[in-house]
């Protein structure tokens, strides 16, 4: 896992990672997507953006919480959930390096401010992209549990790497998502 990390993520990325998540590279266990468990398979091996993929599995506008948020590099990277708008419920853990240089200066100031995730975003401006999942892993629930007191559920939870490009190569963002050890639509 740590040589995937460090060929496909920007350094920026990974010492911010390192800072807010607390985890090592080894506590998560590479998969490859066939093996993912379903709803988690439909949920993270798909090239969509998560949140409209989240928006439609539970029936719900999403909502974005910062947790952190800082400046590397010329990355601006961010801790977050995403929440359901209904009930504000946890359907997504993250951590984000997205590249502000790609964005106009309307866009960039929407996303400092934190009113919305990334994916609505690209979807309200109309902005082309594309998704490539980098890996899929498996990280021990009790794990996340212990570092962000927050209550996922089952034994194991289960998550990607992605990154975000325009059509013509561009990254936009590099993104870590992991799901609830029980998404419930």
């Known amino acids: 896992m740590e040589r995937v990390i460090a060929k496909e993520l920007p350094e920026a990325f990974w010492q911010f990672m390192r800072i807010v998540w607390r985890m090592p590279a080894f506590a998560l266990r590479q998969l490859p997507g066939i ?3 379903e709803p988690a398979r439909r949920l ?3 090239s969509n953006d998560m949140t409209s993929t989240l928006a439609e599995f539970h029936g719900s506008e999403l909502r974005l919480e910062v947790l952190q948020q800082r400046w590397l590099d ?3 990277l961010r801790e977050v959930f995403l929440r359901t708008r209904d009930s504000n419920r946890i359907v997504e853990y993250g951590v984000i390096a997205i590249a502000l240089e790609q964005f106009t200066p309307v866009q960039q100031a ?9 994916g609505g975003l690209l979807r ?8 490539a999942p980098i890996c899929y892993f498996s990280i021990e629930t009790h794990l996340l549990e212990e570092t962000h007191r927050i209550a996922l559920g089952r034994p194991e939870c289960f998550g990607r790497f992605n990154q ?12 870590m998502e992991i799901l609830p050890a029980n998404p419930e639509s």
């Open 35 to 37: 093996e993912l468990p």
């Open 44 to 46: 993270l091996a798909h």
């Open 74 to 76: 010329d990355l601006y």
């Open 110 to 118: 929407v996303i400092k401010t934190g009113a919305m995730p990334l």
């Open 124 to 131: 309200q401006h109309q902005i082309p992209f594309e998704s």
């Open 164 to 175: 975000l490009a325009k059509p013509t190569g561009e990254p936009l963002a590099w993104i």
